[in-house]
């Protein structure tokens, strides 16, 4: 599966750069990056007890959240380690096998995040433009569907873009100037013609990412436009205050999804992805909980609840 050759010599390892350059820092940043790592984990798992164990959060809106929890869980996982352990002993080395797992599970994960958001603007948009349908149209049995599907989903998509990338002939080095096995640093590593699959990593990325856009912004323009109907501002502000949250996860994700992947692959901007690929994979996943507890009024008051109820 691997055509990994330089020359007549196959590449038993490729080296993950990181953040070698930065060796004076590397203890700062390990614990930086460890203290976000634990908070990310332990919050997250917080917020996936309380929607489970919390009557009141038995709805699709918080099922979702959670579903956003446990994936932030994971999405982490598949770099931040080896980041860590990285900075921590200086080992560089991954397997061709290990790279090609990590890309498709960071991908997987990625593509996951971008249809769950969009099922769950689909979930605001039937919420307060059909509210006497909501409970019909999402019961418990379509929220667990939706929420499964945005995770079948990602993991199906990412295999044809994963093939092509494991097929390719890399023979120029093997020093992969980021922290973890990216498209990017990957295809310039290549001496194959890329060509094909760089524009069909482009379409798959446009697709993916503009197509979940898509549905987030009309499902927001008819939020909107229904909003600006109700009577009262108190109402108006009601029915704002539950898209605020998952308005502010979309804004920061896809801002820098979209910088990260709808943009040429190679180049002097290579390095600068390398430090904005951070954002996605280890703040945001820190930032949803953060986020939905301080701008969700029924989220806070189970957390203060798990709080008060918490043994000293």
């Given amino acids: 599966m691997y055509n990994l050759r330089y020359n007549k010599t196959i590449f038993t390892e ?37 929607v489970k164990t919390e009557h009141r959060l038995h709805k ?64 605001r948009y039937i919420a307060i433009c059909k509210p006497l349908r909501y409970t019909v149209i999402m019961d418990s049995d379509t929220s667990i569907k939706l929420l499964l599907g945005s995770w079948f989903l990602g993991f199906v998509t990412v295999f044809v873009p994963c093939l092509q990338v494991s097929n390719l002939s890399f023979c120029s ?78 804004i920061l994700f896809y801002g820098t999804t979209i910088f990260m992947f709808i943009r040429p692959t190679t180049g002097d901007l290579l390095h600068l992805n390398k430090i904005i690929s951070m954002i996605p994979s280890i703040l945001t996943p820190l930032l949803n909980p953060i986020i939905y507890t301080l701008r969700n009024q029924e989220v806070k008051e189970a957390v203060k609840r798990f709080v008060q109820n918490m043994p000293e």
């Avoid at 932030?72 to 090609?100: D, F, H, M, N």
């Avoid at 927001?220 to 998952?246: D, E, M, N, V």
């Fill in 173 to 250: 080095n093997n020093e992969i100037d980021h922290y973890y096995c990216d498209f990017a640093p990957l295809i310039s590593l290549s001496c194959s013609d890329t060509s094909r699959v760089q524009m069909s990593f482009f379409v798959f990325a446009c697709f993916i990412i503009f197509g979940c856009f898509l549905v987030i912004s009309l499902s927001y323009i008819c939020i909107i436009q229904t909003t600006l109907t109700f009577s009262t501002f108190s109402i108006r502000r009601k029915a704002f205050s539950t898209c605020a949250s998952h308005l502010i996860v979309v």
């Fill in 14 to 50: 490729f080296l993950l750069i990181g953040f070698s350059n930065f060796s004076a820092m590397r203890p700062y940043l390990f614990t930086a990056i460890l203290t976000i790592y634990i908070i990310t984990i332990t919050t997250n798992m917080i917020i996936i007890f309380i």
């Fill in 60 to 123: 699709p809106m918080y099922l979702f959240i959670g579903g956003l929890s446990f994936l932030e869980i994971w999405y982490p996982l598949v770099t931040v380690p080896r980041l860590l352990w990285a900075l921590l002993t200086k080992e560089q080395s991954i397997s061709p096998a290990g790279c090609i797992t990590q890309f498709y599970f960071h991908f997987s994960f990625g593509v996951a995040e971008n249809f769950l958001l969009a099922v769950m603007a689909v979930d």
